[in-house]
Nanobody, 122 residues
């Protein structure tokens, strides 16, 4: 299984980015897909996850109302739309996949992408 993220970059506060993650290597039916992030000096943090049928879970309260997760099953792709970005959103964002229901626990995820850097300037 391979997860390839894209869409990260440098953006000013208040701006938007859309992260994408393409999964390959097998079928992903019944798999949950999601995102974690890790800022320098901080623990990895759950951002959100989405089930095969589209049911989603948001992570930290700080992103609720600003970040939206979605997926395209035909393309084995999960997206993270990030609006009203803040400097504290600066982190490496990791795409994750697990066989089973969505979860907020990092240890529940079987596969991780290499990460994409998001930097928000003030």
């Amino acid at each position: 299984v391979q997860l390839v993220e894209s869409g990260g970059g440098l953006v000013q506060a208040g701006g938007s980015l859309r992260l994408s993650c393409v999964a390959s290597g097998r079928t992903f039916r019944n798999d949950a897909m999601g995102w974690f992030r890790q800022a320098p000096g901080k623990e990895r943090e759950f951002v959100g996850a989405i089930s095969w049928n589209g049911g989603s879970t948001s992570g930290t309260d700080s992103v609720k109302g600003r970040f939206t997760i979605s997926r395209d099953n035909a393309k084995n792709t999960v997206y993270q739309q990030m609006n009203s970005l803040k400097p504290e959103d600066t982190a490496v964002y990791f795409c994750v996949v697990r066989t089973g229901p969505r979860s907020a626990k990092r240890e529940d995820y079987d596969y991780w992408g290499q990460g994409t850097q998001v930097t928000v300037s003030s």
